[in-house]
């Protein structure tokens, strides 16, 4: 029996530690009303380098410069909803992918107005176009798969906003079983097996001994999951899709003093963010999407979250977290 | 006789000093590729109060708001050319003057694609809007005049790019004469004549003798004029336009490294803008649109623009040049 034979499975290459990230950025974290403290909302989330945008504001192409990301890693623009401060961005950076001679296919995740919208803008602007645009259109309505791969799967929260809109879930792909070093060491493993014992083969030993996976391994550490949503009114109902995330970013337009306002334009407080983190049982919060009246006093909204629920702060034009440690 | 009646023509009220200002503010001076140094191509030219914005590019909002300039004073958009590093700030610019409540009339002087292109955004994402916006559609293949009122008159200058554009010449209105302040002790001219006399009336002594006017005034300051001329690749057709100009915005895109790449994408280099404000003769010279490979040494530019020019500056984000001395 061959060494490969002595592997269960088809061998699939084990994903460097380098390469296991899953991080976030945050290019824009305002509301609607443009200050000189914030861009309007827009993120980029890393998946083992691949780049997955969410909403679009003003000045993304901008943020993104600045947080050095790589335009040649974007792939998947997600547009939570059509309100101009999450989706004016793209004409710009569309316009400077196609001038650096981006190439392959860049989907646009959106309401179905979108492509109605800017496609004619993207066809008059960007002629020589050297990359395919296409539009996916999301239903807001309920909470669907939007795109998968083995690295990430990405499907939809549905919000209450003024207009159809819907958050993101990004749920890590099941990571491998950690290999135990004194098992390696023990059994004499070669480094060629090791990727596929610690995707759950067995070891069979050169004598013909199966070793269970289980004595091999310890279990993997479970897939990280981060949440978006914005904008939204307090909404429980978004629960069930959230529980437990390591990261829930959720919008804090308003502090008390505006609680009738935000229910009256569909938004929420930051003390309401908090509720629905704790509610959820999420593992840490983010806040953004800051209305322009507390440009001076945004601990404001710290301080009202932190009453509620204790691992919380607010996002800041560009800011990283790893949301798997 | 009166002594309304002894002034020779109607009454116009004078404009006072503080109202006769035109400013020119830069609110971007990048070209297309986007760089953290500089905005893309806005500025507002401000005469009189009323604030005239030449070109849009993306972040234009910021940049206005970075100014301290008023959105109620805005009534006028003019676009040079439908590249999208010149128009990408119009929806949102657009959209924050909805959502501040903004009245009156817009009007957007541009190519007549732009409103097929940009309309069904306004219409889709202002729906609530409180002012009207009325594109003037403009024809870049011959000088005329787009605008005019008691303070300025502008007209396009056709220029040379690759797709149709033109840049804007203001032209402020001929300003009141000088009353000279001896005569008025003279010839104790009341307080209530002295703004008809400054615009060319005579003074009638109480005793019905004729002062002519020459003798009461001096020249009125000659009429500031400011040209705006980008893109274009050296074009010197302009020059009988913009002669004798107080001050000249011309693209400066490349250094002499570049120029017959510049003439290749119908740009201009710093140097050939120089010597058309040689040929022009115009008073001082304002270089921007500097491409990002300067974004290191935009001296360069300033260094060999001023071996064919001595009054020239790089423009740069948030300088405010006053026009008129």
Redesign the interface.
Known sequence: MTAALMCSRHFLPTIPREMARFELNILGCGA?????RHLPTTQVVNVRDKLFMIDCG??A??GF??AHLKLNRLGHIFISH????HC??L??LL??MA??GHTGELVIHAHP?AE??FR??FD??CRENPFDIRFNAISPSSSEVIYSDRSVTISTIPLKHRIPTCGFLFEEAQSDRHLRGDMVEFYNIPTYMRAAIKQGDDFITPDGQTIPNAHLTLPATPPARYAYCSDTMYNERIIPLIEGADLLYHEATFADDNEAWASRTFHSTARQAARIATKAGVKSLLLGHFSARYDKNEEILLQQAREEYANVQLARENMQIVIKK
């Open positions: 609607a009303t443009p200050t000189l003003e000045g192409q901008i410069r600045r059509l309100h101009g401060d004016f961005g004409p710009g316009s400077t001038l650096s107005d109605q919208l004619p803008l008059y602007f």
